[in-house]
T-cell receptor, first 110, second 113 residues
Framework: GEDVEQSLFLSVREGDSSVINCTYT??????LYWYKQEPGAGLQLLTY?????DMKQDQRLTVLLNKKDKHLSLRIADTQTGDSAIYFC??????????FGAGTTVTVRA | DAGVIQSPRHEVTEMGQEVTLRCKPI?????LFWYRQTMMRGLELLIY????????DSGMPEDRFSAKMPNASFSTLKIQPSEPRDSAVYFC???????????FGDGTRLSIL
């Protein structure tokens, strides 16, 4: 199956940019996803990128994909306290199967 | 638009009891997934339905677990008998098609005493 790895923790000051990194192993992945999970809630689909794209921007979110290095990143501009959550990277490795990373806990400090 | 709806949100019961978790997928989505989330193992896919038919149940841990999808707008995950190690958050997700983005419900937090 697919292995997806991401760092476990990130602390960032309010107003700064956050960058969350992820690596995956299966180069045949078609879509790569970022989900956000707030305490007691489900996984909210933040954004996703098709594997033939290098970058996707959506308001404060920028996704960068380096297919050669199998590296995915999520940049959150002007990080706010409401951005504190766990962020999951996920890659598809089959028709329907998603492999999730362990999640990065982002803490925004004043 | 309504998202994926799960019930109950919380369930606390004693071991040996039957537990039934419910899910209503997003209207028009033909793929439905049940996941389990624990600290130790992260998110695990339990079972996948496409057009109400179970396609992959290889993630179902034991025969104590069963899932049904009697129609396009309803699915259940049943544990009988329940055990303390089944304690976890169970998520239902749906997607428009099997290779489209999956949308998750808020989950059922299950505690087996």
């Amino acid at each position: 199956g697919e292995d997806v790895e991401q760092s476990l923790f990130l602390s960032v000051r309010e107003g700064d940019s956050s960058v969350i990194n992820c690596t995956y192993t299966d180069s045949s992945s078609t879509y790569l996803y970022w989900y956000k999970q707030e305490p007691g809630a489900g996984l909210q689909l933040l954004t996703y990128i098709f594997s033939n794209m290098d970058m996707k921007q959506d308001q404060r979110l920028t996704v960068l994909l380096n297919k050669k290095d199998k590296h995915l990143s999520l940049r959150i501009a002007d990080t706010q306290t409401g951005d504190s959550a766990i962020y999951f990277c996920a890659a598809d490795f089959g028709d329907y199967k998603l492999s999730f990373g362990a999640g990065t806990t982002v803490t925004v400090r004043a | 638009d309504a998202g994926v709806i799960q019930s109950p949100r919380h369930e606390v019961t004693e071991m040996g009891q039957e537990v039934t978790l419910r899910c209503k997928p997003i209207s028009g989505h033909n793929s439905l997934f049940w996941y389990r989330q624990t600290m130790m193992r992260g998110l695990e896919l339990l079972i996948y339905f496409n057009n109400n038919v179970p396609i992959d149940d290889s993630g179902m841990p034991e025969d104590r677990f069963s899932a049904k999808m009697p129609n396009a707008s309803f699915s259940t995950l049943k544990i009988q008998p329940s055990e303390p190690r089944d304690s976890a958050v169970y998520f239902c997700a749906s997607s428009r098609d099997s290779n489209q983005p999956q949308h998750f419900g808020d989950g059922t937090r299950l505690s087996i005493l």
